[in-house]
């Protein structure tokens, strides 16, 4: 399993936690939220191993850079931060009001990862 395929399952992690944030936002579950707080830490985990993975697969291919070069890069570091964020946040103040609006932006559909594919042309 590669780093492209660990980042494409975890946008649908974070789109579940974003559904059962909402879950406990409109019927007032408890339960549903601690669901969602640690299906949020599962994403995470599994963002910042596919960020590892991206910057040693870069080291296996010759380049080495740290995975901030693109826009897919810098969108999956943006959604890791993002996570890490509401994390603490939720960690520190134990409030889960904001989940729904943090958790959108990393479970909004991210850029196909680049691909050795011919571009058509008009």
Do not use: D
Request: contains cysteine.
């Amino acid at each position: 399993m590669n780093s492209s395929s660990i980042l494409s399952i975890i946008t649908f992690v974070y789109g579940a936690a974003v559904f059962l944030y909402l879950v406990e936002l409109v019927f007032k579950k408890s339960l549903a939220g601690r669901i969602a707080t640690v299906v949020t830490i599962i994403a995470f985990v599994g963002n910042t191993t596919g960020l590892v993975m991206r910057w040693v697969e870069s080291y296996q291919l010759g380049f080495g850079h740290a995975p901030l070069s693109n826009l897919y890069e810098s969108l999956v570091f943006f959604a890791w931060s993002i996570a890490l964020l509401y994390i603490f946040i939720e960690w520190k103040y134990k409030n889960r009001v904001l989940a729904p609006c943090q958790r959108r932006w990393p479970a909004a559909p991210w850029p196909m990862p680049p691909s050795n594919r011919t571009r058509f042309s008009l």
